[in-house]
């Protein structure tokens, strides 16, 4: 029997490296959605206000370590969110407290991101030390320029900053978050050893006709924004390519319903809930499932430097499905595809 047509597949347990969790009750809604399939998850630090020291990603981290279910392992990968005035030596700190990445975010460029890079020299002396002390970059890759078309944000961000960076700081480790054009898939996969990049399972699964399929669809919305079939293409390929420099991040960002269903719905899709069955589905897809283990679990720890998780976990084909609205906190939190029916479901 082939992993095509197995009734199970087996796993070592895979990590998320991009993953929003929020605060408060909040946070308390979804982490459990992560916790029972992922070891570990990088948490990004686009707090309000944002998580900018070592000392509050230390007490970020324990919080949200108390909203993990009783006798489950996941440990959360803290970051801290770089701004135009990050000293240096919070490097250190930030070394010394656990902390393994910076996320720099483009001034205005997603959620909660006001507080962000305005021009990336400015942060030179604090990635020299980044570089120094082995800590990872991880980019929000678009410019924020008006006058450049919402759908070329990301190829500009390659020739604008990414390439000026590589040149910069040759031996920092950085990673090219939620990649949806082929110019970034192509970029990455010419690019040196130490610039890896994550792809979701919404940008494998889906292009820019769901935003309108039917009507406007907000849960569809996310920033990058979903591209053409030719780049949802092109992230298929390298996803399932066998590339170790293509890895799971789901970018999942949980917004309270009648924020994402309003006049100027909140960017993000909340996909925690059953990540690794949307993987599968687009693995399966491809007809690669067997090529979904590297990109769930081993390309992403070993570009970080950390060990493989030693537990599995287990999908079985059995179709499912996803609910239509979840509780959050005191709101209502809409996960994406919900009502809509999965192959794959996680048993173990």
């Known amino acids: 029997m082939t992993i095509a047509t197995a009734p199970t597949l087996r796993l070592t347990r895979p990590d998320d490296w991009h993953l929003h969790v929020r605060d408060g009750a909040a946070m308390a809604a979804v982490v459990p959605h992560t916790a ?13 206000p ?3 020291t070592a000392e509050q990603a230390v007490a ?6 108390a909203c993990v279910p009783e006798g489950v392992d996941f440990t959360p990968l803290m970051t801290l969110y770089l701004t135009d005035n990050t000293p240096p030596d919070e490097i250190r700190r930030a070394r010394d407290a656990g902390v393994v990445a910076l996320k720099l975010y483009p001034a205005g460029a997603t959620t909660n991101s006001d507080a962000g890079v305005t021009d ?3 942060t030179h002396a604090t990635l020299e030390m980044m570089q120094r002390e082995g800590l990872l970059l991880l980019v929000h890759g678009e410019v924020t320029d008006p006058a450049v078309d919402v759908f070329d944000r990301e190829a500009r961000f390659i020739d604008q900053v990414m390439e000026p960076l590589r040149d910069a700081f040759p031996e920092l480790k950085v990673v090219f978050e939620h990649i949806t054009t082929r110019d970034a898939a192509q970029y990455v996969a ?7 990049a994550t792809i979701t399972a919404h940008h494998l699964l889906y292009n820019r006709n769901a935003l309108f399929t039917g009507g406007l669809r907000p849960h569809y919305y996310c920033l990058p924004v979903l591209k053409r079939e030719e780049h949802r293409r092109a992230l298929v390929a390298s996803a399932t390519s066998g590339s170790a420099k293509f890895f799971l991040g789901t970018d999942s960002a949980p917004h309270a319903a009648h924020l994402k269903e309003h006049a100027a719905a ?3 899709c909340y996909t925690a809930l059953s990540a690794i069955e949307l993987y599968a589905e687009a693995f399966e897809r491809a007809g690669r499932l067997d090529r979904l283990e590297g990109f769930a679990s081993q ?14 976990i287990t999908l079985r084909r059995e179709p499912w499905t996803l609910p239509e609205s979840l509780p959050y906190g005191d709101a209502e939190l809409k996960p994406l595809g919900g009502s809509e029916t999965l192959n794959w479901r996680l048993v173990g």
């Open 120 to 122: 990336i020299r400015k």
């Open 50 to 52: 944002p998580v900018t």
């Open 60 to 65: 970020y981290r324990a919080r949200i370590q």
């Open 266 to 268: 909140c960017a993000g």
């Open 299 to 312: 390309h992403g720890p070993d570009f970080y430097g950390l060990p493989r998780n030693a537990s599995t």
């Open 190 to 196: 010419e690019a040196g050893p130490h610039t890896a």
């Open 36 to 48: 029972r399939q992922f070891g570990r998850a990088i948490i990004m630090p686009n707090l309000r």
